[in-house]
């Protein structure tokens, strides 16, 4: 079945510093791939999203751009915030909507 | 407007005891979604609405689940003699579309805890 595989954390990174949380996935047909981010205390907002192959989802600074030759759509941020310190889940949706997430990645930034 | 409602925000109950937890969708939202949330397993699927109709619900883990939805709005989630196995942050989403690539808004969240 269908699949997220996302890299473990938790990330510790000092502010400023480049980030990047890798994603694959597995999936027949063409999916749907998002971004979801849970900050401390509150519920699951969408980050950003790609419908289609080469497509680059943007929002806050962080970018991820569909790649379908190696199943990819890999999380970065040039300069990341304290801020930015969150649960951050890859997810795909196929055929019926259901959203399918990978482990999640604890993203801690230290000032 | 308003988001994603779910009621009660927590839960605590004794094990084999029944509980229903509650999902107000975004008004309009046809699609409505449950999933689980837990240490072990991360975000589960359990259900998904299509107006009253449930057609996936593949992800429920046992038939001590079940969910009901009604006037294409308010969804319960009921767990029968639940188990500590079940204690977990059940999440409500809702979308106005279903097709690939419609967003899914989630709601606070139900922390269940089964002692």
């Known amino acids: 079945g269908d699949s997220v595989t996302q890299m473990e954390g938790p990330v510790t990174l000092s502010e400023e510093a480049f980030l990047t949380i890798n994603c694959t996935y597995t999936a027949t047909g063409y999916p749907s791939l998002f971004w979801y981010v849970q900050y401390p205390g509150e519920g699951l907002q969408l980050l950003l999203k790609?419908?289609?192959?080469?497509d680059k989802g943007s929002n806050k600074g962080f970018e991820a751009t569909y790649r379908k030759e190696t199943t990819s759509f890999h999380l970065e941020k040039g300069s990341v915030q304290v801020s930015d310190s969150a649960v951050y889940f890859c997810a795909l949706t196929n055929q019926g909507g259901k959203l399918i997430f990978g482990q999640g990645t604890e993203l801690s930034v230290k000032p | 407007g308003a988001g994603v409602s779910q009621s009660p925000s927590n839960k605590v109950t004794e094990k084999g005891k029944d509980v229903e937890l509650r999902c107000d969708p975004i008004?309009?939202?046809?699609?409505l979604y449950w999933y689980r949330q837990s240490l072990g397993q991360g975000l589960e699927f359990l259900i998904y609405f299509q107006g009253n109709s449930a057609p996936d619900k593949s992800g429920l883990p046992s038939d001590r689940f079940s969910a009901e939805r009604t006037g294409g709005s308010v969804s319960t989630l009921t767990i029968q003699r639940t188990q500590q196995e079940d204690s977990a942050v059940y999440l409500c989403?809702?979308?106005?579309?279903?097709?690939?690539?419609?967003?899914?808004?989630f709601g606070p969240g139900t922390r269940l805890t089964v002692t």
């Open positions: 989403a809702s979308s106005s579309r279903t097709e690939v690539g419609g967003e899914q808004y």
């Open positions: 008004s309009g939202h046809t699609a």
């Open positions: 790609a419908t289609k192959a080469d």
